[in-house]
């Protein structure tokens, strides 16, 4: 874990943890305003804002050449896949999901969404017609 660990927070997002000799790259990329930071031993190095399903950040640290390159695999099980490179070479890949590797719970947390969303479509709907009248 980094000294102060700036990933360890409450935000909902992917969190990427690389070892490249002494030193820590953290990854973090947010699942609803797609900001994505790069971090070298708690310092940021590299950050934007992306809505495609695939970036790259490079940057230049300890007379290396870096990139991080996050390339999202399935936007419907938000499988998120980040690879770090130096100098032109793999230092190592990661996969994350967004969704649990339980079936049952991914079906869960399906189901709950399609819930949420029909209750709340459902409530606006309700409150439009109260002021604008019969739809």
Do not use: W
Request: proline share 1%; hydrophobic share 35%; aromatic share 14%.
């Amino acid at each position: 874990m980094m000294k102060n660990d700036i990933l360890n927070t409450k935000k909902l997002g992917y969190k990427f943890y690389f070892q490249d000799g002494d030193n820590q790259i953290a990854c973090f990329g947010s699942y609803f305003t797609g900001k994505e930071e790069v971090f070298v031993n708690d310092d940021l190095f590299s950050k934007k804002r992306n809505i495609n399903c695939a970036s790259t950040h490079s940057f230049d640290f300890e007379s290396s050449h870096y990139q991080v390159k996050y390339d999202m695999l399935n936007i419907l099980t938000g499988r998120m896949e980040c690879t770090l490179y130096k100098n032109g070479n793999v230092i190592d890949k990661q996969v994350q999901s967004s969704l649990p590797n339980d079936p049952k719970k991914a079906a869960f947390f399906i189901a709950g969404c399609t819930l949420g969303g029909a209750v709340f479509g459902y409530a606006t709907a309700t409150i439009v017609e109260l002021f604008v009248g019969k739809l």
